[in-house]
């Protein structure tokens, strides 16, 4: 059970997070990227304007939307750089303002001091040659497209930080998922959540039955088999957790290494509960 992010701010709010809490973690990093394919096409604002307006294809109006987004972005970003804006305060906005941001620094339109970054006095943004991109989902007719746009690939080569939470207590799952609610998606936050709940009902229930007895750990295995998929009624529903027996297999070593079970000579022994 894990969640991972490529931004270095989000992994250390989330260290300083989750250690605060309590959370059982561990963290790891590896190489990772990020990618973008598409098209580009170059020019002042108007001239890219002029070039999809002449397109013929059919995901003209498309490609007309994401520039006027594009423009409208660009507007709002030029109207707080007027007055000057902190670095870390303006790329809080969202994922776009980078890319504005590094296309007006290598037009020479920027300065920045002191971690505050400030509009040229008297530049005109409108003379900048932007470039403005695409996705190439949006292409049904490559030939057409290629008559104003180049083909684009951009590859970002970076750190990824994983953290695999080992978290048990159903009270710290909640903080948890409060946590990284802040600097996730409500969809991915939802699908671990719940993946770490069922987790901890299943380890719960295992223990509960092995009790204080030694058991059979093929006997153990085939009773939870035999019960999938437990159904669990909520206050706002019915949850239902299902399991195949590698993942059991997997949450008995994962409950051996935090040494609430021993396992030896094929037989299952509780050391302590949750």
């Not at 997070?17 to 604002?45: H, N, W």
């Not at 013929?56 to 707080?80: P, Q, R």
């Amino acid at each position: 059970m894990r969640v991972a992010t490529k931004s270095p701010a989000i992994k250390e709010a989330l260290l300083s997070e989750f250690k605060g809490k309590g959370i059982s973690f561990e963290t790891r990093e590896r190489q990772s990227y990020e990618a973008f394919v598409g098209y580009a096409i170059e020019g002042t604002l108007e001239e890219i304007r002029a070039k999809i307006e002449a397109m013929e294809s059919v995901e003209k109006e498309e490609i007309l939307k994401g520039f006027n987004a594009f423009k409208e972005n660009l507007d709002h970003l030029s109207d707080h750089l007027k007055e000057g804006e902190k670095v870390d305060e303006i790329l809080a906005e969202g994922p776009w303002v980078a890319e504005v941001l590094d296309q007006l620094f290598r037009a020479g339109a920027l300065e920045y001091s002191n971690g505050t970054v400030k509009l040229r006095d008297g530049f005109d943004v409108s003379s900048v040659r932007f470039h403005f991109k695409f996705p190439f989902e949006l292409v049904h007719d490559p030939e057409k497209a290629e008559r104003v746009a180049k083909q684009f690939v951009f590859t970002d080569l970076v750190e990824e930080y994983e953290f695999e939470i080992g978290e048990l207590d159903i009270s710290r799952i909640n903080e948890l998922a409060q946590i990284i609610g802040r600097y996730f998606p409500e969809e991915q936050v939802l699908k671990l959540y719940f993946g770490l709940i069922g987790r901890a009902i299943l380890s719960s229930e295992l223990l509960r039955v092995i009790g204080e007895q030694k058991i059979e750990e093929d006997v153990l295995k085939t009773m939870f088999l035999q019960a999938m998929p437990m159904e669990i009624p909520t206050e706002r529903g019915t949850l239902v957790i299902n399991a195949s027996r590698e993942f059991l297999e997997d949450l008995l070593r994962f409950l051996e290494k935090k040494g609430y079970i021993d396992r030896k000579a094929g037989k299952v022994k509780k050391l302590r509960d949750l």
